[in-house]
Every structure is written in structure tokens, then in C-alpha cells.
């Protein structure tokens, strides 16, 4: 049974990124930070030091009247110690951890393991974290993230612990420094457990010419001033590769997309046995050689068929900078027009003569539910389909029996977490909505049918979500 949360967003679609640089060669991280917060020892793990924040340089002078260290709960399951076994509370203000870097782009992890630390109740961790004037989390429970985390890997097929990171892209300009704060929404607490920070090429992700949308001609630039949140990093067939056998030093881990294909047809998994010929447009440092080694290819030309992915995603509105304040997130202005009752200036303009006026305000009350802030709280898959046959339904009707009032018992049955349907099937899922796709990624042929993906939501400056 398809369970995924349904996600609502705009993806920036990278493939991984093709350069230009004048020289091909491998690129060393001039920069590595991986701090085990709420510990005082180091460790190296998987060739990563890790050295605990207590007493390093990195946390402000008061920080033992501001935050105190915390182990999780011993019952918990086994995630791995480094730098899951500790965690660093903040109660009260605002925190700040400060790290010396040179100017560029740089990567930001967050290492969250959501557990009850000195006896805290997790409903009362909800927190913000800014870095260098970029919101990149807001309100932020790092426990929802978790269960929302955990039931996408776990109907991926992969084992689901409840730790994760959350991976960042920023470029530090010429005040030199990563500011990482952590702030408490009222009467809640903040937490972390590892921060880890690590250089990159300078034209990687920014300022790159080359990586383009998926079915656009020109890619967006991403500029010094904006930052990225790295939603799915995939690699398409093949294993995963994990951080530590990045080979490219960037310490990136690549998923391996199997999972995430919908329907029957997953296509062809060839392997390419030779080395890859880097060159100055695709430098070594890219991707490592198993990523452009595994494809998923399409077959003959003649094999009809879509390949489709399923990405499920937890929030990150779009931002259209130049629209009127309230239409720069997508997300934001169909809430407002729904809101406003308004929804029929914002559909397609050739179908506001034909669509229902019951059937967009049903279709409106799916979109909506989707967009609720925390991804457990938004509807399944199942419920979605549910609620759009439902909005289809209705438009049926309005055509066929014009004038009717609308049934009482026809209400859109949105079903409670917990509660299960069952005649929907994978295969049927989208069966009556009217072809409508959420989430997806699709290459319907290709001669050289293979991609690699980074797919990054951005992230808008000065509020993240
Ligand atoms: C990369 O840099 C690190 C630290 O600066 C150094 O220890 C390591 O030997 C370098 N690796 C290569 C392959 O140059
Ligand atoms: C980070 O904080 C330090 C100390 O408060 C400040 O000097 C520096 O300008 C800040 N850097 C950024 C990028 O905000
Ligand atoms: C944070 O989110 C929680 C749960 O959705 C909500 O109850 C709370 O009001 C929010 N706090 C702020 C400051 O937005
Ligand atoms: C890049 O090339 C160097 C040698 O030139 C090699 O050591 C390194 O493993 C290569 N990196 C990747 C990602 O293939
Ligand atoms: C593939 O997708 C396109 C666009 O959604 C659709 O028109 C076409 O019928 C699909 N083909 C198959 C074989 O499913």
C-alpha cells in the first residue's frame, strides 16, 4: 500500500553538477568541521574526527549558563554513537556557534537525533536555526521530521533509525565566519547533536551555468545569495553510497533511487565496468565514479513505457522574489486565495469557465491540507487521491446535473492517521485524477536515459517556511 505523505512544493532540480572549471582534478575540502555537540572527548569515525563542542572554541564563552549537555535515553535504539550519543540543549535564548571560515560556498549538516533528553517531553521541542542571515529552519520539531523521515525510508525498504541530517548549502561571504543559532519557539527547547561544516568547489552548485531543471533549457543560476536545503540526493541505480565513501572528500551520501520509482517499470540498471573520463566541464569531484558508473536506463525505444519517481518532500515553499508580497511562495498564495475564497484567479485561466465551483473549492481544500506546516500532520497519498476523485466526482456531477445542490453526505472522507483503506491498490493509486501528479519526476524517453539527481529546495532570505 502506498503510504506516502503527500508533499506540495517546487523542486529545484539539480543534476548533479557539470562545471567549468579550467583544470580537471580531485578536490580536496580545504575546510572540515565535525563537531560532537554536548560531548568533551573526540573521536574519529569512518576517517571523520569528531571533537566535542564542550570547552572548543566554536561555542560562545557563556555557554554553560545558556545550554547544558544531555545523553539521550539508553532504551533508545541503536544509532550510531558518533555524534548521536550526545546532544546539546538550549532552553532559553538564543545560541550561537561560530566557526572561522574562508569566503565560499560551504556545506552545513545538522545531525538531529530526536530523543528524551533529561527527561524532556518531546512535544516541547520546537526551535529555529539561522545561519549567516538564512532562516533554514523554522518552528522546526525535529521529532516530526523524524517520524516523517522514518516512514518515507520505511516504505522505501530502507531500515529506518530515527536519527537524520539535515543538509544545507550556504555561501560565506567576506565576514569569514559560519554562524549557526539555534532558537527556542516559546516554552520549547532546542537541541543538537552534531554540526559539521565542509568547503566545496566554488562553482559545484553556485554561479554554475550548467545544471539546468528538469525539462528546461536554461538551469537557474544559484547565486552568493541564496541558500539551499538538499532534499534527496539520488543516484540512479546501484547501491547507496554512504558519507564516508564519497570519494570526492565532500563527504555527500548518495541514495540509491530504486525505491522511489513508481508503477511496474523500473527500466535497466546497466553497469559501465571502465573508468570515467572526467573532463574540465565534469571534474572528478562531481560525483564519485560508481555515480556515473550505475544508470537507469529506458531500453530500446520501441519499450513504451514512463519512468517515473516519487519523491515524497516535508515542506519548502517556492519564492518568486519578484512577485507582490503575498504571491512570492506559491505555497503561501494558494493559502491566501483559498483563504479569500479567490481560488479561481489563480487556476489556469482556460479552465475557469469549465471547472465547478465545488469541485475547485474541493480541489482547493486537498491542496490546502497538503500544505499544513509539519508533513505528518498533511494527508497520505491514499487520502489525496481520495479527496481529488471526490473533486472529480463533483465535476462530473455539475456536468451532468446542473443546478443540484451539493449533498450533505457527500463530505470528502479524509481518513485519520491510523485508520486504513482498503481497495487502493500501488497500481490504481492515481486512478481517476485526472492524470494529476504530485511529487513526481518523470523522463518519458531518452537516448542516453540516465540521470543522476540532487534535488535542493531554496531556501528565501530572511524566512525560511
Ligand atoms: C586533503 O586535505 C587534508 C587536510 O588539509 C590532508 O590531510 C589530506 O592529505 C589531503 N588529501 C589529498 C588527497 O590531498
Ligand atoms: C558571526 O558572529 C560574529 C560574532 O558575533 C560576528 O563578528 C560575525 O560578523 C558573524 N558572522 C556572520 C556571517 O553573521
Ligand atoms: C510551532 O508549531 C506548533 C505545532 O504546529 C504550534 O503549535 C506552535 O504554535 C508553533 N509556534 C510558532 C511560534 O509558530
Ligand atoms: C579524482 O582523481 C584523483 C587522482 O587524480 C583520485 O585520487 C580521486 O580518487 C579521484 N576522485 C574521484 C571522485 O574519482
Ligand atoms: C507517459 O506520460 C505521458 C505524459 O504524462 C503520457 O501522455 C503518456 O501516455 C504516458 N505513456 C505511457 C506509455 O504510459
Known amino acids: 500500500m502506498l503510504t506516502f505523505r503527500l508533499p506540495f512544493f517546487y523542486l529545484l532540480l539539480l543534476l548533479a553538477a557539470t562545471t567549468t572549471t579550467t583544470i580537471a582534478q580531485a578536490y580536496n575540502a580545504t575546510e572540515h568541521f565535525f563537531l560532537d555537540c554536548g560531548s568533551s572527548s573526540s573521536n574519529t569515525i569512518n576517517g571523520r574526527t569528531w571533537d566535542g563542542d564542550e570547552n572548543s572554541k566554536f561555542v560562545p564563552s557563556n555557554f554553560i549558563t545558556t545550554s547544558f549537555s544531555s545523553k539521550p535515553n539508553s532504551e533508545d535504539p541503536p544509532v550510531p ?128 551555468k550548467d545544471p539546468k531543471s528538469v525539462g528546461m533549457t536554461n538551469g537557474p543560476v544559484v547565486t552568493n545569495h541564496m541558500a539551499l536545503e538538499n532534499i534527496y540526493r539520488l543516484k540512479m541505480g546501484g547501491r547507496s553510497i554512504p558519507a564516508n565513501e564519497d570519494t570526492t572528500g565532500m563527504y555527500r551520501s548518495w541514495e540509491k533511487d530504486d525505491s522511489y520509482i513508481y508503477g511496474a517499470a523500473i527500466g535497466l540498471t546497466p553497469v559501465y565496468q571502465k573508468p570515467i573520463p572526467y573532463t574540465t566541464e565534469t571534474p572528478n569531484y562531481t560525483a564519485p565514479e560508481e555515480v556515473y558508473q550505475n544508470q537507469r536506463s529506458m531500453g530500446k525505444l520501441s519499450d513504451s513505457y514512463n519512468l517515473t519517481w516519487i519523491l515524497p518532500v516535508d515542506s519548502g515553499p517556492v519564492v518568486i522574489p519578484v512577485l507582490p508580497k503575498e504571491q512570492v511562495s506559491l505555497a503561501g498564495w494558494g493559502k491566501y486565495c483559498h483563504r479569500k475564497g479567490t481560488m479561481s484567479e489563480i487556476i489556469d485561466p482556460k479552465l475557469t469557465s469549465v471547472i465547478a465551483p465545488e469541485c475547485l473549492k474541493q480541489f482547493g481544500e486537498v491542496a490546502v491540507s497538503c500544505l499544513k506546516e509539519h508533513g505528518v500532520e498533511r494527508p497520505s497519498m491514499e487520502e489525496v487521491v481520495w479527496g481529488l476523485e471526490f473533486a472529480l466526482n463533483l465535476q462530473e456531477d455539475a456536468e451532468t446535473t446542473v443546478g443540484e445542490p451539493m449533498s450533505e453526505n457527500q463530505e470528502p472522507r479524509f481518513l485519520m492517521e491510523g485508520e486504513t483503506m482498503t481497495t487502493t491498490t500501488d497500481d490504481d493509486v492515481f486512478s481517476g485524477s485526472s492524470g494529476i501528479r504530485y511529487g513526481t519526476s518523470s523522463i518519458s524517453s531518452s537516448n542516453d536515459g540516465f540521470k543522476s539527481e540532487t534535488v535542493f529546495s531554496e531556501i528565501l532570505k530572511p524566512a525560511g517556511r
Open 81 to 208: 554513537e558518533t555524534p548521536y550519543s550526545s546532544a546539546r540543549i538550549f532552553s532559553a535564548s538564543s545560541f550561537t556557534y561560530t566557526f572561522p571560515v574562508s569566503e565560499g560556498p560551504k556545506f552545513l549538516r545538522l545531525h538531529f537525533y530526536p530523543a528524551t533528553y533529561a527527561g524532556r517531553n518531546q512535544d516541547q521541542s520546537y526551535f529555529s536555526v539561522s545561519s549567516n542571515g538564512y532562516s533554514l529552519l523554522t518552528n522546526f520539531s525535529a521529532f516530526l521530521a523524524s517520524s516523517f523521515l522514518e516512514k518515507i525510508r520505511k516504505d522505501a525498504g530502507f531500515s529506518a533509525l530515527p536519527n537524520f541530517v539535515k543538509e544545507f548549502i550556504i555561501y560565506v561571504k567576506d565576514t569569514q565566519s559560519v554562524n549557526v543559532t539555534f532558537t527556542p519557539s516559546p516554552n520549547s527547547y532546542a537541541f543538537i547533536n552534531g554540526i559539521e561544516i565542509v568547503s566545496m568547489p566554488q562553482n559545484l552548485y553556485f554561479n554554475s
